[in-house]
């Protein structure tokens, strides 16, 4: 079973492979949604961009990006930047171990945003 470590609630759960991570997230307690995305976000359909993550190791034991998550995160600002590992929780299937940042802030002044 694939383990899913969440960093900053320092928190482990194993989940089925194939785990929807928003759905196992939830399931464990682990907030994903800033602020008043909590009440206001898409339930999972990919489309408010408010469970973003960070994917900071195990990538490749996820799914690959789809076509409404791609087109979601192009119009993102957060997106930019963080290309190779964020991800949106919503529309990532678990199929091996991962460790996760949930509500990566928006790095305005990093180094690729204004390049
Ligand atoms: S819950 Fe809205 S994009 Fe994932």
Same mark, same amino acid.
């Given at each position: 079973?694939?383990?899913?470590?969440?960093?900053n609630?320092k928190?482990?759960?194993?989940?089925?492979?194939?785990?929807?991570?928003?759905?196992?997230a939830?399931?464990?307690?682990?907030?994903?949604?800033?602020?008043?995305h909590?009440?206001?976000n @898409?339930?999972?359909? !990919?489309?408010?961009g $408010?469970c #973003?993550?960070? %994917?900071?190791?195990?990538?490749?034991? @996820?799914?690959?990006? !789809?076509?409404?998550? $791609?087109a #979601?995160?192009? %119009?993102s600002l957060?997106?930019?930047?963080?290309e190779?590992?964020?991800?949106l929780?919503c529309?990532?299937k678990?199929?091996?171990?991962?460790?996760?940042?949930?509500?990566?802030?928006?790095?305005?002044?990093?180094?690729?945003?204004?390049?």
């Amino acid at each position: 079973m694939p383990t899913i470590t969440f960093t900053n609630e320092k928190k482990e759960i194993q989940v089925p492979a194939g785990a929807n991570l928003r759905k196992e997230a939830i399931r464990a307690g682990v907030q994903l949604y800033p602020g008043v995305h909590q009440v206001v976000n @898409c339930h999972g359909f !990919g489309q408010c961009g $408010s469970c #973003r993550v960070l %994917v900071t190791k195990g990538m490749e034991n @996820c799914s690959k990006r !789809g076509l409404m998550e $791609s087109a #979601r995160m192009a %119009v993102s600002l957060a997106y930019i930047g963080n290309e190779s590992q964020m991800r949106l929780a919503c529309q990532t299937k678990v199929n091996g171990d991962i460790t996760v940042t949930t509500k990566p802030p928006l790095n305005l002044f990093g180094e690729n945003f204004f390049s």
